[in-house]
């Protein structure tokens, strides 16, 4: 197989990374959640009482930490320095804030320029919110995931169970109804959907059947 770049962008809890993660172990390449990096900064700006909105301090603690993706036996692994911060940044806090710390311009610039560097001379899927736009503009595929907001908050609500995180089903349709609002209106790379992006529809689709489909689009460049 020739080197791919698959881009998954998408509204929040539409079922990207799942997606993503089945994807790459089917074609043995790596996947990279960049949503877990705008989280971990969110979790370390929280953890160091500092103002989300203050772009300046948030850049602050982004150029002292280092944010690494790890793969291992049971997964990928977040790190901030050597602290695994993988379930923490799934928390309500860190949910509730990373849209605030995610609108900021030199954060996006930091966090695009590292993620190019991650897939840089690799075959790669990438999910997140600008993938197909931004951060890979010439990936081979592009997809765009949705699908209603009641289908993606009964399905992060069983995930959130799952990994024994709180969760109520009506606030969570409230947080992503939020997430949604403030990352499609921001003023430096909204969530769209890149011109050339194939939109799937996944409200009736079972995980596994989005990911035939998704492999069926990347027949020709295997
Ligand atoms: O994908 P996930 O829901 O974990 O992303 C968390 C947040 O990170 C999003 O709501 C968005 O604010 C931000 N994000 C982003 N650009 C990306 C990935 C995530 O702005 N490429």
């Known amino acids: 197989m020739d080197s791919i770049s698959i881009a998954i962008d998408g509204p929040a809890a539409a079922g990207k990374s799942t997606v993503a993660k089945q994807i790459a172990k089917r074609l043995g390449i790596i996947y990279i ?11 370390q700006v929280l953890q160091e009482d500092i103002d989300p909105e203050d772009e300046k301090a948030v850049m602050e603690i982004l150029n002292k930490i280092d944010i690494r993706l790890v793969q291992q036996e049971d997964g990928q692994h977040v790190l901030i320095d050597d602290r695994d911060v993988t ?8 949910t509730a804030s990373v849209s605030a710390i995610a609108k900021h311009s030199a954060v996006r610039k930091n966090m695009v320029s590292a993620q190019q560097d991650l897939a840089k001379d690799h075959s790669v899927v990438m999910d997140g919110r ?10 081979d595929v592009k997809i765009f995931l949705i ?5 993606r908050a009964k399905r992060r609500f069983e995930e959130n169970k799952q990994k024994g995180i709180p969760a109520d089903l009506h606030t969570l349709e409230k947080e992503i109804e939020r997430r949604d609002d403030l990352d499609s209106t921001r003023e430096v790379s909204p969530l769209v959907k890149a011109e050339d ?3 799937l529809d996944t409200t009736s689709l079972s995980i596994d059947d989005v990911t ?11």
């Open 147 to 151: 699908a209603s907001v009641s289908e």
């Open 130 to 139: 600008d993938i197909g736009s931004q951060v890979l503009p010439d990936a």
């Open 87 to 94: 379930e923490a940044i799934r928390y309500p806090d860190v």
């Open 33 to 43: 959640d960049t949503g877990a990096m705008y989280r971990a900064l969110t979790f």
């Open 197 to 199: 992006a194939i939109e």
């Open 212 to 222: 035939e489909k998704i492999l069926e689009i990347c027949q020709p460049f295997i």
